[in-house]
């Protein structure tokens, strides 16, 4: 298993730009795919992005996938997340998430998630 904790989280204005990162400890972290899921307030989780254990984006949302990168540094065990051009429906606790295993992505499931960080909040305001 791996702990992870997210960091990078905050408040800007519409069409703002955050930077969030997940630092992972333990073993596995070079061989598992890594991902990121967000929660607005009221709604379910959902995922945002995946990436393969060599860094190759493999999902991306469909409402982000023109303003936010995934990004991994299997070095230094990191996971990033650059997003551009909030907006106030970006609003929610963001997670990272290490998955069981890689698979071909269409959408992304929660149960393809092992392990999860305790999340960090980003809000867009108009």
């Known amino acids: 298993q791996l702990a992870l904790m997210e960091s990078g989280g905050g408040s800007v204005d519409a069409g703002g730009t955050l930077n969030l990162s997940c630092a992972a400890a333990g073993d596995t972290y070079r061989s598992v795919c890594m991902a990121w899921y967000r929660q607005a307030p009221g709604k379910e989780r959902e995922g945002v992005a995946v990436i393969s254990t060599k860094g190759y984006p493999m999902f991306i949302a469909r409402p982000v996938k023109d303003r936010f990168s995934i990004s991994r540094d299997n070095a230094r065990k990191r996971l990033y997340l650059q997003m551009r051009n909030l907006t106030p429906r970006d609003t929610g606790t963001y997670y990272c998430?290490?998955?069981?295993?890689?698979?071909?992505?269409?959408?992304?499931?929660?149960?393809?998630?092992?392990?999860w960080g305790q999340g960090t909040q980003v809000t867009a305001s108009a």
């Open positions: 998430a290490a998955h069981w295993l890689c698979r071909s992505y269409v959408s992304m499931n929660y149960a393809d998630v092992r392990d």
